[in-house]
């Protein structure tokens, strides 16, 4: 069965320096999406992404965060001058299509921690 | 704002039923989800149901729904050791686009 993948499975990264977390959504998926679980809290939503631009984004998502599709298989999630705070396990979504009526299928996710 | 609630833990016997439960604050929720994450892994989506439905079953699992108490439940029968998990309870909100709300989780622990 099609899944999502993510890398790397564990990133150790120094305070303020800069990480960019990788995702290869299910292939013929055209909805990607960007969630965050900091340890013993709720998933919650950071960005949605779709046609190449951010179709929705949370207020967790602000100007330290960026996404991009580099090519036809990867999708990025940036984060810029890490703070301790950051420290979470990160998981990628795709959905077939619109969002509200696709399930969104999940990677393992990449669990982040900021040192 | 929209919220989502569920008790944090259940324990049960293997062969017993396990019903976990879960609240919701938006009434004009359209689909609710159940995802099951197991030690290390991602989330994996087990079920979900459109709002305007009572109840689906799917193998050992059946979904209820409540929309007037905004209740949903989720019932594994025959439970497993196999099924010990965290299962996640989550709402998408038509007001709130394509993002899904989850509940904190409920830990699922199965003995023999």
């Known amino acids: 069965e099609p899944e999502v993948t993510q890398t790397p499975s564990h990133q150790v990264t120094q305070m303020g320096q800069e990480v960019i977390l990788r995702c290869v959504p299910i292939s013929n998926h055209l909805y990607f999406y960007w969630y965050r679980q900091i340890l013993g809290q709720k998933v919650e939503f950071l960005v949605s992404f779709y046609n190449n631009e951010i179709s929705e984004k949370s207020e967790i998502f602000d100007d330290q965060f960026s996404v991009e599709r580099p090519d036809g298989s990867n999708f990025t999630l940036k984060i810029r001058s890490t703070k301790l705070e950051d420290s979470a396990m990160y998981f990628c979504a795709s959905s077939e299509e619109q969002g509200k009526y696709q399930p969104q299928h999940f990677g393992d996710g990449t669990r982040l921690s900021i040192l | 704002g929209e919220d989502v609630e569920q008790s944090l833990f259940l324990s049960v016997r293997e062969g017993d039923s396990s019903v976990i439960n879960c609240t919701y604050t938006?009434?004009?929720?359209?689909?609710l989800y159940w995802y099951k994450q197991e030690p290390g892994a991602g989330l994996q989506l087990l079920t979900y149901i459109f709002s305007n439905m009572d109840m689906k079953q799917d193998q050992r699992l059946t979904v209820l729904l409540n929309k007037k108490d905004k209740h949903l439940s989720l019932r594994i029968a025959d439970t497993q050791t196999g099924d010990s998990a965290i299962y996640f309870c989550?709402?998408?909100?038509?007001?709130?686009?394509?993002?899904?709300?989850f509940g904190k989780g409920t830990t699922l622990s199965v003995s023999s």
């Open positions: 989550a709402e998408s909100v038509l007001q709130a686009g394509t993002a899904l709300i």
């Open positions: 938006d009434s004009s929720s359209t689909y």
